[in-house]
């Protein structure tokens, strides 16, 4: 059971007072019966709700792939700007799952679904991460073993084995299973380089297109959402 007027602040129609006076002006149906106390708790998963006519269908949880460009952080609030500044959507809760460096770009996903996000940042569940990294001396094609084999960051830490791809002299695809802090830039640092450009162009099914511009994002499709809750 949910409140009504969280019910329709989390599909869309604003903010609680927004959504009060949608109430107030008598917009609201539940069961074929206009509402008049915002207080009043509903049955999400069975109640009929109807907004100025409209039917209103329970869907709890809402995805949104960002592009996240240079300067913000992944975090909800903060003294710096977040990504969620770069969100306009009605939807309380939203938040992002896992984190990118400040200087870090690419795909991001928002969502308020925490189970999923939970599970998605479980190294138990290997989800693949994909980054474009840019570093600065030639890649050496022996690099690729190193990383299959597991970087050692320190006495605590061991990386399990990543897939490197490399594309030009001084840029590859590294492909991780776990989300270690600053994980990429400490591996390449381990093996000698730096990197210079770290952007994330995959987290499991899905994928960062070229023509999502940085700072702005999409809804995802039903098949992207369906196929990202599959796990094996
Ligand atoms: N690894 C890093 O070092 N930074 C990121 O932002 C993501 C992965």
Same mark, same amino acid.
């Given at each position: 059971m949910i409140r009504i007027d969280k019910f329709l602040a989390m599909h869309g129609y604003g903010s609680r007072a927004q959504v009060k006076k949608l109430i107030h002006d008598q917009l609201?149906?539940?069961?074929?019966?206009?509402?008049? /106390?915002?207080?009043?708790?509903? /049955?999400? &998963?069975?109640?009929?709700?109807?907004?100025?006519?409209?039917?209103?269908?329970?869907?709890? #949880?809402?995805?949104?792939?960002?592009?996240?460009?240079?300067?913000?952080? +992944?975090?909800? +609030?903060?003294?710096? *700007?977040?990504?969620? @500044? !770069?969100?306009?959507?009605? #939807?309380? /809760? %939203?938040?992002?799952?896992?984190? *990118?460096?400040?200087?870090? &770009?690419?795909? !991001?996903?928002? &969502?308020?679904?925490?189970? %999923?996000?939970?599970?998605? *940042? +479980?190294?138990?569940?290997?989800?693949?991460?994909?980054?474009?990294?840019?570093? @600065? %001396?030639? !890649?050496?094609?022996? !690099?690729i073993q190193e990383f299959?084999?597991?970087?050692? %960051?320190?006495?605590e830490e061991l990386c399990q084995p990543a897939d490197l791809i490399i594309l030009s002299d001084y840029m590859c695809h590294l492909i991780i299973r776990e989300g270690k802090f600053h994980q990429i830039k400490r591996m390449f640092q381990k093996v000698g380089y730096e990197v210079i450009e770290l952007k994330r162009v995959r987290m499991k099914n899905l994928v960062l297109e070229d023509s999502l511009l940085p700072g702005t994002y999409r809804k995802l499709t039903k098949e992207e959402i369906t196929e990202l809750n599959q796990f094996e």
């Open positions: 609201v149906f539940v069961d074929g019966e206009v509402i008049k /106390d915002p207080k009043i708790k509903v /049955d999400e &998963t069975k109640a009929e709700v109807e907004v100025n006519g409209k039917q209103v269908t329970y869907e709890p #949880y809402q995805y949104f792939l960002l592009n996240k460009p240079k300067g913000y952080i +992944s975090a909800t +609030s903060g003294n710096a *700007l977040t990504v969620l @500044d !770069l969100i306009e959507e009605p #939807y309380p /809760d %939203l938040f992002p799952c896992g984190r *990118l460096d400040k200087d870090t &770009t690419g795909l !991001l996903l928002i &969502t308020n679904n925490g189970p %999923l996000a939970h599970r998605l *940042l +479980s190294p138990k569940h290997h989800v693949e991460k994909e980054y474009e990294v840019i570093v @600065d %001396l030639p !890649l050496k094609e022996d !690099l299959k084999k597991g970087i050692r %960051l320190n006495a």
